[in-house]
């Protein structure tokens, strides 16, 4: 029964570990800038912390029992509502330090990344060492209570790896979109305190026993009735440095199968939430198989498991081919489950064979898998993504599983048969996958592109004409469409006297283009240096307007650069990126966002966002989020396309005639306006007629519910599962 209770203990430890790292993410980038060191940072402070934890507690614990005869069990009930009580500090920290780094300069600077790579650490590091610590005190505390179970860290992974599957599907599927981010770290919270208290009974059931510790190495294998491994023990020098690699290269390929995979799953929350899931599950499942044969009484040997994981780790980059064109999502997740099972059965057998059930050893060497783990995200983001991209970056990742192959080369378990199949595969793949492999960063086939890379986005440009195309990180942004330019030409004529504008995403910087030919000061922000690089290839005259004297083109977050500049503005344009539902896209949408837009705006200034269209649930969210901020809010259907464009401000709006709009523009911007445009609407005239006859009541584009609404606590329009799936059932009702 005891074991039972200690595997739910580590079932629901996992789960609200994984709830705590998907909502921290999330509110990481709210802070401090959907960028990808941002997502390297938070994973690798994650990983840091277990590390620090794993490999100190089990001498803590030591100490512990000689001065107190206590059972360490009170120390892990003390760990637990350490994690509870982050679930509150952490975002309260967030705040605090994003103040802090207001004055740091842009979001590609070092002085950026340093100061929010601390403040992040100094968020989560306490949390994160408590999650780490657990291991070895559960196991210090099965051996001080004489609790008989072999390969204990193994059983505890085990349990571990299970909840945190189970969290990395249920936070985004049910968590979040049924009580928002604040809610789902109470949730876990409370777990997390249930936890500590069932641990404080556990301390008075099962109080220390001295003999335990000195005879349970010796004695277990003979009371639990499981035979010795067969294979040849892993010597340290090996051991380890397989344990560091294995934890390196895995989760620096999660951060590079992100962004290879975004094209294919999309830039929605469930795309990573699935390939979270399936990494995670994947990893169960070869953890389970590794119990099963350790009760079976033999194992899989290393050097096998090692030349199955040099194959293997290739798998994702051959079978993503962008010229693939069949059941793209299941080939992507179900690529990665191969390698993910076999670390999932390598790694405990790995530290049970080096620790032999020693809780300081077994803290050591997990420690040593999570500092590659801590290295592996900082790699992928800041060297291998910006330098290499992902296809060849995920071919140096595999690279070492092929040396390590070189070293078990000669051991007897691998056999001859093996070698053969191990080295022709691995050849065969490392080959295809650096010469002849084609990936989404390489353009559209047969078409002439411009790549440019960062260490926020990969850039294609490509097309010719009015077919111009930009991509970021595989999924089209823009084209050249006329209401790009209505997103400065409306709001600018509608104002009359406006001397100042700021443009929030820059895309093709079609928006930033027009806004310059009413000869006013523009401020663009864009995510990504290499999507501003870009303007040239669309516009001949992008050279010019780049260092013209009224132009500036900012590298940052746009909330953190509106949060941060002491500017106000006449009008400010936002154009999120499509979809609707894209992760992170509410965050331009949100009553919060909106707050700070009225904090920027001058006197009668104007906010125009344009929303693609898609989701009529969403579209009335979107227009409640500003219907409740600002005291006016007018609404126009998009000339072309889907969509709505919308003006907003505190102070009332005067629409004019498509006569007196026309007269307001310069004849610069009157040009501008309809040079893309055809028939009738190269008229500048007949073209403005049509597009303010289609003004609707704005209050049409809401509906009762005032909770269909976004916020930045409750993201509608990007969590959305639940909400789809009462409506398909109330329908099939019907």
Not at 501 to 523: E, K, P
């Amino acid at each position: 029964m005891l074991t039972q209770v200690l595997f739910l203990l580590f079932v629901l430890s996992g789960f609200c570990s994984l709830v705590y790292q998907i909502v921290w993410l999330r509110l990481a980038f709210r802070t401090f800038g959907i960028i990808t060191p941002v997502l390297s940072v938070v994973v690798s402070v994650f990983m840091l912390g277990l590390a620090l934890g794993s490999w100190g507690a089990g001498a803590v614990a030591a100490r512990w029992v000689r001065r107190t005869r206590l059972s360490p069990i009170y120390l892990y009930a003390a760990a637990e509502a350490l994690i509870g009580m982050s679930a509150l500090v952490v975002p309260l920290v967030f705040d605090v330090g994003a103040s802090s780094l207001l004055q740091t300069g842009e979001i590609d600077s070092l002085s950026y990344l340093t100061y929010s790579g601390a403040v992040l650490a100094a968020a989560l590091l306490p949390a994160c060492i408590a999650m780490g610590a657990t291991f070895p005190l559960m196991l210090a505390f099965t051996r001080t209570a004489a609790i008989v179970q072999s390969h204990r860290f193994s059983f505890l992974y085990l349990g571990n790896v299970l909840g945190a599957s189970i969290g990395a599907a249920a936070a985004p599927l049910i968590l979040i979109e049924a009580f928002g981010f604040r809610g789902a770290l109470w949730c876990a919270a409370a777990v997390n305190f249930a936890i500590a208290a069932v641990s404080v009974w556990l301390g008075t059931r099962y109080p220390y026993q001295a003999h335990a510790v000195a005879g349970d190495v010796a004695g277990h294998e003979s009371r639990a009735g499981v035979s010795v491994p067969h294979s040849p023990p892993v010597s340290a020098s090996l051991a380890l440095p397989i344990l560091f690699m294995t934890g390196f290269s895995s989760m620096a390929m999660e951060v590079i199968w992100t962004r290879t995979f975004t094209p294919v799953l999309g830039t929605y929350v469930y795309s990573f939430a699935g390939l979270l899931f399936v990494y995670l599950w994947a990893t169960w499942v070869g953890s389970w198989l590794y119990r099963r044969h350790v009760a079976a009484g033999g194992v899989a040997s290393t050097a096998r498991l090692i030349a199955l994981l040099a194959v293997t780790s290739l798998l994702p980059i051959v079978l993503n081919d962008a010229r693939i064109g069949w059941h793209r999502v299941a080939v992507a997740l179900t690529s990665i489950f191969p390698f993910c099972a076999l670390l999932g059965y390598l790694t405990p057998r790995l530290i049970d064979e080096y620790s032999q059930d020693d809780p300081t050893r077994a803290g050591r060497a997990y420690a040593i898998n999570v500092i590659g783990c801590v290295l592996g995200p900082l790699a992928a983001g800041y060297v291998l993504l910006p330098w290499l991209g992902a296809r060849l970056g995920l071919v140096v990742l595999a690279l070492p599983f092929v040396g390590f192959l070189s070293l078990v080369w000669r051991w007897p378990s691998l056999g001859g048969s093996w070698r053969v199949v191990a080295a022709t595969a691995t050849a065969i793949l490392v080959a295809l996958s650096t010469f002849v492999n084609v990936s989404y960063e390489d353009g559209p086939q047969g078409v002439r592109a411009e790549i440019r890379r960062d260490h926020t986005a990969t850039v294609v440009s490509y097309g010719e004409g009015m077919s111009k195309r930009l991509l970021v990180n595989g999924i089209g942004i823009t084209s050249q469409t006329p209401i790009t330019k209505l997103m400065a030409h409306m709001p600018l004529a509608f104002h009359r006297h406006a001397s100042s504008v700021a443009v929030i995403c820059f895309g093709m910087g079609t928006t930033y283009r027009s806004a310059l030919t009413w000869d006013v000061q523009t401020t663009a922000v864009d995510l990504a240096r290499s999507v501003p690089a870009a303007f040239p290839y669309y516009f001949e005259d992008a050279p010019a307007l780049m260092s013209h004297p009224k132009g500036r083109i900012v590298v940052d977050d746009g909330r953190r650069f509106l949060h941060r500049t002491s500017e106000r503005f006449d009008i400010i344009t936002i154009d999120p990126p499509p979809p609707l539902e894209a992760a992170g896209s509410s965050l331009l949408y949100s009553t919060d966002f909106y707050e700070l837009l009225k904090a920027r705006l001058k006197p009668g200034g104007l906010v125009q966002q344009w929303s693609p269209g898609g989701d009529a649930l969403i579209d009335n969210a979107i227009a409640r989020a500003m219907v409740e901020s600002f005291d006016y809010v007018v609404a126009f259907r998009s000339i072309e396309l889907a969509g709505t464009h919308y003006t907003a401000s505190m102070s009332p709006i005067h629409i004019p005639g498509a006569d007196e709009f026309v007269s307001r523009m310069p004849a610069a911007a009157r040009l501008d306006l309809v040079e893309w445009n055809s028939g009738d609407h190269r008229d500048v005239r007949t073209f403005m007629k049509d597009v303010l006859e289609r003004r609707v009541d704005v209050e049409t584009l809401l509906v009762e519910d005032p909770k269909v609404v976004i916020t930045d606590d409750r993201p509608f329009n990007e969590y959305y599962l639940m909400r789809q799936a009462r409506a398909r059932a109330a329908r099939a009702l019907d």
